[in-house]
């Protein structure tokens, strides 16, 4: 199993920016975040993938930016012009291909809360 640690999350005024940052303790191919707001279900945010770069959800691709650093093994999420709609919880995800499948392991998840 890959362990994954996040950090980065906390409270944040409309319109503030954090940066989450999730370090793998092995490499993996893809990294990314899912959120989960209360009562909803978990949706995909960002995801990186070495061979097949980034891919957002639409809502987010303008003001949410992904990338790595594939020496350290880690993610970061750069989030801009937040709203009190981006409140939840961010769960960190990689995906590796191990013993001839696709292992997927999750992070402990890191609350983001943006109000005034």
């Known amino acids: 199993q890959v362990q994954l640690v996040e950090s980065g999350g906390g409270l944040v005024q409309p319109g503030g920016s954090l940066r989450l940052s999730c370090v793998a303790s092995?490499?993996?191919?893809?990294m990314g975040w899912y959120r989960q707001a209360p009562g909803k279900q978990r949706d995909l945010v960002a995801s990186?993938?070495?061979?097949?770069?980034?891919d957002y959800a639409d809502s987010m691709k303008d003001r949410f930016s992904i990338s790595a650093d594939n020496d350290k093994n880690t993610a970061y999420l750069q989030m801009n012009s937040l709203t009190p709609e981006d409140t939840a919880v961010y769960y960190c995800?990689?995906?590796?291909?191990?013993?001839?499948?696709?292992?997927?392991?999750w992070g402990q998840g890191t609350q983001v809360t943006v109000s005034s």
């Open positions: 995800y990689a995906v590796r291909w191990y013993n001839g499948g696709w292992q997927w392991s």
């Open positions: 092995r490499p993996v191919i893809t």
């Open positions: 990186i993938t070495k061979t097949e770069g980034t």
